[in-house]
């Protein structure tokens, strides 16, 4: 139990282009998830918290009209990269927790390669 | 920031036991500890999780002292897909997970 499913897994396009990457928990509800993004030999930042049914809180640094976060149901939050360029190319990985009593530990996707040409 | 210390880096061989330590002086009364495993190109998965004492599931073991101020993941017989990073977090359902560096272990034959 508890997956979590992103789409595309890999994606090259041009620059100026948008680009939006889908993250589903498929057996859970989550109303809030997380995205991050991790350069190639560091550690995952987070960017930004999706809740569901409201605005996404962004960490320091992040442009939220840069990175158009949605969370419409309790299964989808998606990420939009919008007007991408070659320093937006990174591998974006997004996280849910299920819902409930206790602590309940996170579940990733599988990542998200961006490359921007 | 709820980040955590852990050695940057391990090396070990193959059917040898592996422990790594992670340090988190200020842990709060409602943070658990949590570790993942990434392999390249993937996502972090989730190993094992406690609050305090031990915790052993089919994978691995959590030592957790009385202060929780560290713990220990232990990986009995260790084998060359072990090869990965792990993540030692802070973790509490209230709050957002930062991840510190990890420590990159080397399984070698």
């Known amino acids: 139990g508890a997956v979590v499913s992103q789409h595309p897994s890999w994606v090259i396009c041009k620059s100026g282009t948008s680009v939006k990457i889908e993250c589903r928990s498929l057996?859970?509800?989550?109303?809030?998830m997380f995205w991050y993004r991790q350069f190639p030999k560091q550690s995952l930042m987070l960017m930004a918290t999706?809740?569901?049914?409201?605005?996404?809180?962004?960490e320091q640094g992040v442009e939220k009209d840069k990175f158009l976060i949605n969370h419409a149901s309790l299964t989808l939050s998606t990420l939009t990269v919008t007007s991408a360029h070659p320093e937006d190319s990174s591998f974006y990985i997004c996280?849910?927790?299920?819902?409930?009593?206790?602590?309940?530990?996170?579940?990733f996707g599988d990542g998200t390669r961006l490359s921007i040409l | 920031l709820a980040k955590t210390t852990q050695p940057i880096s391990m090396d070990s061989y193959e059917g040898q036991e592996v422990n790594i330590t992670c340090s988190h002086n200020?842990?709060?009364?409602?943070?658990?500890i949590t570790w993942y495993q990434q392999f390249p190109s993937q996502g972090p998965r989730f190993i094992i999780q406690?609050?305090?004492t031990k915790v052993t599931n089919e994978v691995a073991s959590l030592f957790i002292p009385a202060d929780r101020k560290s713990s220990t993941l232990s990986l009995p017989r260790v084998s060359l897909s072990d090869t990965a990073v792990y993540y030692c977090?802070?973790?509490?359902?209230?709050?957002?997970?930062?991840f510190g560096s990890g420590t990159r272990l080397s399984i070698r034959p």
């Open positions: 200020n842990i709060a009364t409602n943070d658990y």
């Open positions: 977090l802070r973790d509490s359902s209230a709050s957002k997970i930062i």
């Open positions: 057996d859970f509800q989550a109303t809030t």
């Open positions: 406690g609050y305090k």
């Open positions: 999706s809740n569901e049914g409201s605005k996404a809180t962004y």
């Open positions: 996280s849910a927790r299920v819902s409930g009593f206790g602590n309940q530990p996170q579940h």
